[in-house]
Nanobody, 129 residues
């Protein structure tokens, strides 16, 4: 069973930046790079977990929620089994618990949270105005 560990959350003022990381253990780098789709989700109390950004196995395809386009960048370092989310121009509405997710896939992207079976424990992002 894969283990996902997020880090990099914190408290920042609006307009600031954070970089989240997620390390996937128990995958070989070869398998991670060829067969694992990954994504970032966020959740605030009382609301459903929503997709923020998703990336294909090789990193060549990405998808962003409209609310973060132009501000967030998802990337992966397959040699390190690590997923990243660079968050710039942060807004108070970006506040939430951020989770990374992983799922074996065959090409393309996975967009829906129900398509992912492996989740990290989450890292809190708080943006103050």
């Amino acid at each position: 069973q894969v283990q996902l560990m997020e880090s990099g959350g914190g408290s920042v003022q609006a307009g600031g930046s954070l970089r989240l990381s997620c390390v996937a253990s128990r995958y070989t780098s070869r398998y991670f790079s060829s067969s694992i789709c990954m994504g970032w989700f966020r959740q605030v109390p009382g609301k459903e977990r929503e997709g923020v950004a998703h990336i294909s196995t090789g990193g060549g395809s990405t998808y962003y929620a409209d609310s973060v386009k132009g501000r967030f960048t998802i990337s992966r370092d397959n040699a390190k089994n690590t997923l990243y989310l660079q968050m710039n121009s942060l807004k108070p509405e970006d506040t939430g618990m951020y989770y990374c997710a992983a799922q074996p896939c065959v090409g393309g992207l996975l967009y829906n949270r129900y398509q992912y079976n492996s989740w990290g424990q989450g890292t809190q992002v708080t943006v103050s105005s």
